[in-house]
């Protein structure tokens, strides 16, 4: 319910088209309702879309002004990888489910790029098993919402560190083109993929070429390996 009352929020921002890019080839056809989107997603290994989450999503889009261009592919992905409260630990943890969203607007400020971080480590946790991560503040001038920072992590036996300026509240998507570029030189044909929602959702995946452009064609999502 959280993820269709917020559609309801992003009204004053999408009006005159809040899309972005279709990816599929010129009169292929692809998925229109949140079930459609959901099975075939689930083909594509990115689980979770319960038939009370894709009704509620419809009913959600229902309501909207016609005016309003979101996508319904990045708003039931961006639903399924934003995780959620784990009670015991008492703090954020990411999904699991083969995609991960986060709000480039992020409310967390302090630790925002350990939990990036975390987020695309649980696309994989065997394979991206990132570990120590460490992030260095100390440089940020929080008052004027500048300044630069670092998040340091270990992997595979090495240390790595990305780089950030600092943005006010925003995320500075340089930090996600550099890990991408740490993950091919490390891994065998697998890197991360972006996608977005045409607002200010992030969506990412962990996959080789050919599924990234398999899932572009059947879901008319475009796909980007850096920013």
Request: charged residues 25%; glycine residues 10%.
């Amino acid at each position: 319910m959280k993820k269709v009352l917020s559609l309801l929020l992003l009204l004053p921002f999408c009006f005159g088209g809040c899309g972005f890019e279709s990816g599929a080839p010129a009169g292929a056809k692809t998925p229109e309702t949140f079930a459609e989107f959901a099975e075939v997603f689930s083909r594509y290994g990115i689980q979770g879309a319960s038939p009370q989450l894709t009704e509620d999503l419809e009913q959600s889009f229902s309501d909207l002004p016609p005016e309003v261009l979101l996508s319904k592919g990045a708003a039931l992905l961006t639903a399924l990888g934003e995780g959620g409260y784990d009670a015991d630990a008492m703090a954020w943890a990411p999904s699991q489910n083969g995609v991960y969203a986060f709000d480039m607007e992020v409310s967390d400020v302090g630790g925002m790029y350990a939990r990036f971080l975390a987020g695309v480590s649980a696309l994989a946790p065997d394979e991206l098993a990132f570990e120590n991560i460490r992030e260095d503040t100390s440089k940020v001038d929080w008052e004027n919402g500048t300044g630069k920072r670092t998040v340091t992590f270990e992997w595979q036996g090495e240390e790595f560190t990305l780089e950030a300026e600092m943005q006010s509240d925003w995320f500075d998507l340089r930090a996600a083109n550099q890990l991408n570029k740490i993950i091919r030189r490390h891994t065998s044909g697998k890197q991360l993929f972006f996608t977005g929602d045409g607002y200010q959702e992030c969506i990412v995946f962990y996959r080789d070429k050919e599924w990234a452009d398999a899932f572009e064609a059947e879901t008319g999502l475009e796909l980007v390996e850096s920013f």
